[in-house]
């Protein structure tokens, strides 16, 4: 079961739902993607028209745990040169059928592997942005993925990371009248509701910002995404309307100036670092 399956309420069946969520649209308008979709092409978009000057050559990306290019593709799409590193050699040959049929074969680089191949994968070609969506959950030592992905970053380049957020599954499972999940889920170390939790671990944003700024990256940004779109019963989302007003009420609310406390209930947590 996926983290925003295992978060919906007792009425909705969490995977026919999570799988409806999925198919909505592509990157730029599916409710699980489009916020951080959103925020990483404005900062390359930001990135290639600051480099006019160096001939606006295609910026260098790396995807940590990309998987079968869901993020990788769109960007290939849009110029810039993008190496996945996945240790699953079934979801890069996915994306090597996907990045073919899209046309971005040439700009999309798949490779088997993990943080601890990350330097010698570079080499020292660092890149501009180096994307970590999904993955600090799962991988052995976050704070170790951490320090090697901020290793690859070139200077004046970028990292982002998205990662689970505790308070999201504590407020699911109080929602769903697991109690005392909910309550695991509070005071455990890892965020984890039990044994029985698909996640090996969730973030606080402020432990995730610090365990960011000890690589000696500097934090611009921390916002919570998916603030209330995997609590929402999909048949009031079913329309392209109402997918672009919640996004729009979740982009105001995890920003607003009073109630920026929202963005810590967001399904994840959105982090953005400069070198």
Do not use: N, Y
């Not at 699980?32 to 910026?59: E, I």
């Not at 994968?121 to 901020?150: F, M, N, R, S």
């Amino acid at each position: 079961m996926t983290p925003a399956a295992e978060q919906q309420t007792q009425e909705v069946d969490p995977v026919a739902d999570e799988q409806w969520r999925t198919r909505r649209g592509g990157v730029e308008t599916a409710l699980r993607t489009s916020a951080v979709w959103s925020a990483v092409r404005d900062l390359l978009d930001a990135k290639r028209a600051s480099r006019q000057a160096d001939g606006d050559r295609p910026l260098r990306v790396l995807d940590l745990g990309g998987g079968t290019g869901g993020l990788a593709v769109p960007l290939a799409e849009l110029g810039h040169e993008v190496v996945v590193v996945d240790p699953s050699p079934d979801a890069l040959a996915s994306l090597s059928r996907r990045s073919a049929e899209r046309g971005v074969a040439g700009r999309v680089t798949a490779v088997q592997g993990d943080a601890d191949s990350l330097a010698g994968i570079v080499g020292d070609q660092l890149v501009d942005l180096v994307c970590c969506h999904g993955t600090l959950e799962v991988v052995d030592d976050p704070q170790a993925t951490l320090t090697a992905l901020a290793g690859v970053v070139a200077p004046g380049g970028h990292l982002s990371i998205v990662a689970a957020q505790r308070l999201a599954v504590v407020l699911a499972r109080a929602l769903a009248g697991q109690f005392a999940q909910a309550h695991q889920a509070l005071v455990s170390e890892d965020g984890r509701w039990g044994p029985a939790d698909p996640l090996p671990r969730r973030f606080d944003a402020s432990t995730l910002r610090a365990m960011v700024e000890q690589t000696g990256l500097v934090v611009e940004d921390v916002h919570g995404v998916r603030l209330f779109s995997d609590l929402v019963p999909s048949a009031l989302i079913d329309s392209d309307a109402d997918r672009a007003a919640l996004l729009d009420l979740e982009a105001a609310a995890s920003r607003h100036p009073d109630f920026g406390f929202l963005g810590e209930l967001g399904a994840a947590v959105h982090v953005l670092a400069r070198t």
